[in-house]
């Protein structure tokens, strides 16, 4: 996976273009994490963004839909 994202960002350098990287476990992303560190530019580095499936979800969907939702009997907390 590492090598597809180092790749892809190659491909991409130089356009707006990100790359999102998706894992199971906070233990791949961080492993990921740290060989793109040793493998790209900061530059590339700041258009790679690595991520567990729960923390996109609840990052990129579930809070920027807005402050107040309920779902049965939990509230979000702000």
Not at 40 to 61: K, M
Request: hydrophobic share 40%.
């Amino acid at each position: 996976m590492t090598a597809k994202i180092v790749f892809e960002l190659s491909r991409t350098r130089g356009t707006s273009k990100h790359i999102l990287g998706i894992t199971y476990t906070n233990v791949a992303a961080n492993e990921i994490e740290g060989r793109l560190a040793s493998a790209v530019s900061a530059d590339d580095l700041d258009r790679a963004h690595i991520s567990t499936i729960h923390s996109f979800c609840l990052n990129h969907i579930v809070r920027p839909t807005g402050k107040h939702w309920v779902i049965g009997q939990f509230q979000r907390l702000t």
